[in-house]
């Protein structure tokens, strides 16, 4: 079978063969299989084992190319530096248009993804016509034909394990594997703010659908257009953020809870087959944090787990 389909380019509206794309670039997925056996697990059918993770019919080649070359710096400068030791603590500094093109193109992507799936059914009508301004605006910047992503502007945070003990019990026991290890793409609302939200690994990426209605709610992450840095010491966000972060910590735990006997016999498997390996590896550290943060509660068979299109209602 072909893995391509002549239909409309969802980014430059030409008619033409498009390619079976990627929602996360491939490399993202390249490191998730290799630290994790070459085993995903979704939030949708958990009992299944993927491969790689999903993807969609969206990009004719040029397109497709022209992601492409801004995902080879973002690769090589910030995603596998970021994901090879701990999170710089003053950051990941870049200098090149290639940060913001690259952020916003993951936040179209995301979006044009779960619009296709219709599954923004928990949008207001004036938030669906914001979410199609966004994705005009970000495939007008991403082409060329614009200079500027605004209103629809992009953020990003970086994270690692929480190393201090915490007194706060409503923190989920799965918190540092889902901040380091977890892959979603969803969009998100608090009151009036509507945002594409692309969590891979350690990095979440985060589109405004809707014009920020407080712009001062994030302080140390608006990706800039020609130089800035990912992450650093002075980083705020809403806590509404840091409250569904936690939701969905927990929401993984949840699936990995529910696997089937069969499931959690071949984990078994899997995780011995690393033997003194598994020891070094960041999801075992991950692992090691929550049981110190929560004991007992935190203790649950995983491999890797991606919450695929669970959105926000």
Not at 13 to 20: F, Q
Not at 35 to 62: A, F, W, Y
Not at 280 to 305: K, M, P, W
Request: with cysteine; net charge positive; charged share 25%.
């Amino acid at each position: 079978m072909t893995s391509e389909l002549q239909d409309e380019c969802r980014l430059c509206g030409k008619r033409r063969l498009l390619r079976l794309s990627h929602i996360f670039p491939a490399f993202m997925w390249d490191w998730l299989k290799s630290t994790s056996r070459g085993k995903i697990r979704t939030s949708v059918m958990p009992n299944k084992l993927e491969q790689d993770g999903p993807k969609q019919r969206l990009l004719c080649h040029d397109c497709e190319e022209l992601f492409s070359k801004w995902e080879r710096p973002f690769a090589e400068k910030v995603f596998r530096p970021l994901h090879l030791s701990e999170t710089p603590r003053f950051g990941i500094h870049y200098d090149g248009e290639w940060a913001l093109k690259f952020s916003t193109s993951i936040s179209w992507r995301v979006l044009q993804w779960l619009h296709n799936q219709q599954a923004l059914n928990h949008l207001t009508d004036e938030q669906l016509t914001q979410s199609q301004s966004a994705l005009a605006t970000w495939a007008a910047f991403l082409l060329g034909c614009k200079n500027s992503v605004l209103p629809h502007e992009q953020h990003a945070l970086l994270f690692d394990v929480i190393e201090n003990n915490h007194t706060d019990q409503k923190l989920s026991p799965f918190l540092n594997r889902y901040l380091t290890r977890a892959f979603e793409a969803n969009v998100i609302r608090w009151k009036s703010d509507v945002l594409t939200y692309a969590k891979m690994g350690r990095l979440l990426m985060l589109g405004y659908i809707s014009p920020p209605a407080a712009p001062e709610a994030f302080q140390g992450t608006r990706v800039r257009m020609k130089r800035g840095t990912f992450g650093g010491p002075n980083i705020t966000m809403p806590h509404a953020l840091a409250t569904f972060i936690n939701e969905q910590a927990s929401k993984m735990g949840s699936v990995l809870k529910g696997l089937s006997p069969k499931q959690r016999q071949r984990d078994h498997y899997l995780i011995e087959s690393w033997g003194d390996e598994m020891g070094q590896t960041d999801s075992f550290r991950a692992l090691c944090y929550d049981v110190n943060h929560s004991g007992d509660a935190a203790f649950s068979e995983e491999i890797s787990v991606t919450l695929s299109n669970d959105v926000k209602k």
